[in-house]
């Protein structure tokens, strides 16, 4: 059984910055894609970055390409997500997840409690 503690999250003016953690406990980390998700109040979970097993391959949705950096520390059983020059659509509770290599909720089998993200305008 995998668990994810996430960390990080905060209250952040437009602009700031914020890096989001994802411990895993449980063994076969490094089998897993890492999946970052977000809820903001009324909307779905959204998909918003996923990194491969061996952290070569990246995807990202588009509304974060070019500030949020996703990675991972297969020897730390951790996942990071970097994110820089946040908006206030940012705002919203994260969620990591692992998986499979995909963009749909369904398709991860793991996931965290969530951190919320506030960012003001």
């Known amino acids: 059984q995998v668990q994810l503690v996430e960390s990080g999250g905060g209250s952040v003016q437009a602009g700031g910055s914020l890096r989001l953690s994802c411990a895993a406990t449980?063994?076969?980390?490094?089998?897993?894609?890492v999946g970052w998700f977000r809820q903001s109040p009324g909307k779905d979970r959204e998909f918003v970055a996923r990194?491969?097993?061996?952290?070569?391959?990246?995807r990202y949705t588009d509304s974060v390409k070019g500030r949020f950096t996703i990675s991972r520390d297969n020897a730390k059983n951790t996942g990071y997500l970097q994110m820089n020059s946040l908006k206030f659509e940012d705002t919203a509770v994260y969620f990591c997840?692992?998986?499979?290599?995909?963009?749909?909720?369904?398709?991860?089998?793991?996931w965290g409690q969530g951190t919320q993200v506030t960012v003001s305008s």
């Open positions: 449980g063994s076969a980390f490094d089998y897993y894609t």
């Open positions: 997840a692992l998986g499979s290599w995909s963009d749909r909720n369904e398709d991860y089998r793991y």
């Open positions: 990194v491969s097993p061996n952290g070569n391959t990246i």
